[in-house]
């Protein structure tokens, strides 16, 4: 029988490419089917064929016997050939060729290459079944939600950023309603009084010591509001303002007298008298501008000098007064 189309192109895969591919066409196909015949028939219809020596009458019955078995095997052969050769007529023939517009069936192209990417991308492999239709293109969609995954937790503040600038003042705004009115407060502390006056007296002599010494008083003649601390011998400044103060002891005879009277800590007047072979009334006074809690008293000197002051039961020789003459606006 005549070789299938199929099966010589199979043979020229396997032992690569013919010089001279048969093309597979009825003609071809016939000329190879009386070939194969004629070498069945054995050497005598082959010599027959070449043009050796024989009878006339053998050589016409041989022959007609042989268009015979041609007639016979083309008519065989005409049904199986009429399928192999419907797809050739409907498709057409295979090539090797590429068509040089259309891509290779086959090949993947990617949807972000450009339009002229094809130039530089190498030729691709050859194929042997080429369809005369483009074939779709295919390209891959992903959904993106499938891949997403669960919120994350909250993270952590960030740091605080710089301060800006401060922006322009703003318009002064309405009055608001007036409130309702609010609950009475606290009593509040007493009113302060705007008089301070003392005079104190000392029925006892005092003679100095080793230290200074504190002039204390026994005899109250004036001590509005209680300023004048009859124990410590000293007045407490309540009421800010100026202050008139005076001084008077009576001195002992052949003794100094050495007498301060003192602001706090600090030394304001003096009071002195020579040593004499008589006693005498001696006194000071001043004024000062005082502070609230300021305090004045009476200060001894103490024995590097023989300082005394006289007094007794019977009169009082030692005073020391005081008095606010005008109290400070503050």
């Given at each position: 029988m005549c070789p299938k189309p199929g099966r010589e192109r199979e043979g020229e895969e396997r032992g690569g490419s013919r010089s001279n591919p048969r093309p597979c066409t009825l003609?071809?196909?016939?000329?190879?089917?009386?070939?194969r015949a004629l070498k069945a028939m054995g050497p005598e219809a082959g010599s027959a064929g070449r043009g050796q020596p024989a009878s006339r009458g053998a050589g016409e019955h041989s022959g007609e016997a042989l268009a015979s078995r041609v007639?016979?095997?083309?008519?065989?052969?005409?049904?199986?050939?009429?399928?192999?050769?419907?797809?050739?007529?409907?498709l057409g023939a295979p090539t090797d060729e590429l068509h040089l517009t259309e891509p290779a069936p086959g090949t993947c192209r990617r949807c972000c290459d450009p339009?002229?990417?094809?130039?530089?991308?190498?030729?691709?492999?050859?194929?042997?079944?080429?369809l005369p239709y483009p074939m779709p293109e295919?390209?891959?969609?992903?959904?993106?939600?499938?891949?997403?995954?669960?919120?994350?937790?909250?993270?952590?503040?960030?740091?605080?950023?710089?301060?800006?600038?401060?922006?322009?003042?703003g318009e002064r705004g309405a009055q608001g309603q007036k409130g309702s009115k609010g609950q009475m407060g606290t009593a509040g502390d007493p009113c302060k009084h705007q008089y301070a006056a003392f005079s104190v007296g000392r029925r006892?002599?005092?003679?100095?010591?080793?230290?200074?010494?504190?002039?204390?008083f026994d005899t109250v003649f004036v001590n509005l509001y209680s300023h004048f601390d009859m124990f410590n011998g000293k007045f407490y400044c309540s009421v800010a303002g100026l202050y008139y103060f005076s001084l008077n002891v009576h001195t002992?005879?052949?003794?100094?007298?050495?007498?301060?009277?003192?602001r706090n800590e600090e030394e304001t007047?003096?009071?002195?008298?020579?040593?004499?072979?008589?006693?005498?009334?001696?006194?000071?006074?001043?004024?000062?501008?005082?502070?609230?809690?300021?305090?004045?008293?009476v200060r001894l000197y103490k024995r590097e000098r023989e300082n005394a002051i006289y007094s007794d039961?019977?009169?009082?020789?030692?005073?020391f007064s005081g008095y606010l003459v005008k109290p400070s606006l503050d």
């Open positions: 003609p071809a196909l016939r000329s190879h089917c009386q070939a007639t016979m095997d083309i008519t065989y052969l005409r049904a199986p050939l009429a399928f192999l050769l419907l797809p050739l007529v409907v339009p002229d990417s094809s130039a530089d991308a190498p030729p691709p492999p050859s194929s042997h079944h080429h295919i390209r891959p969609y992903i959904n993106i939600t499938i891949l997403k995954g669960e919120k994350g937790d909250r993270g952590e503040p960030g740091m605080p950023g710089k301060w800006g600038k401060e922006g322009p003042r006892k002599a005092l003679h100095s010591s080793e230290g200074f010494q504190v002039l204390i002992w005879n052949f003794k100094e007298t050495y007498m301060h009277i003192m007047v003096i009071l002195y008298a020579q040593p004499s072979d008589r006693s005498i009334m001696q006194s000071q006074s001043l004024m000062l501008d005082l502070q609230e809690n300021d305090e004045i008293w039961d019977v009169d009082v020789y030692i005073t």
